[in-house]
């Protein structure tokens, strides 16, 4: 087995593969109506109008910023494990995770697009 000694390259490599059974969980949600949106859609919203989500250009736009989102989020996991050891590394997973989600949450990226600097002379 190969040992992987560069922490970015295994936290996106541990990310892409923790993601799949999240994706393919979506797609069966998503297939049975238990869900109205998959989460490429979602993020393809972010970036681009409704009436683009559906083209092979918004499917890619999905694809590319799932996949940058759960290497983020494996590369920070690798880094808060290997600061603080690797007991306990569920918890330590579970925790990055939902911090990383929370913020997703809180602070959309579409929030900064929408805010255009003449909007915030008046501030000043």
């Known amino acids: 087995m190969i040992k992987i000694k560069d922490r970015i390259i295994l936290g996106i490599i541990s990310g892409v593969l923790a993601g799949i059974p999240g994706r393919l969980m979506n797609a069966a949600e ?9 989460y490429g859609q979602m993020a393809t919203n972010l970036f681009l109008p409704k009436k683009k989500i559906n083209t092979p250009e918004g499917r890619f736009i999905a694809s590319l910023v799932n996949h940058i989102m759960i290497s983020m989020t494996g590369t920070i996991t690798t880094y808060v494990l290997s600061a603080t050891g690797r007991d306990k590394s ?7 995770s939902s911090i990383f989600g929370f913020y997703s949450l809180v602070c959309p990226p579409d929030l900064v697009c929408r805010l255009k600097p003449r909007n915030l002379y008046h501030l000043c």
């Open 30 to 38: 998503y297939k049975f109506n238990l869900t109205d949106v998959k």
């Open 90 to 96: 569920i918890v330590k997973g579970i925790g990055v």
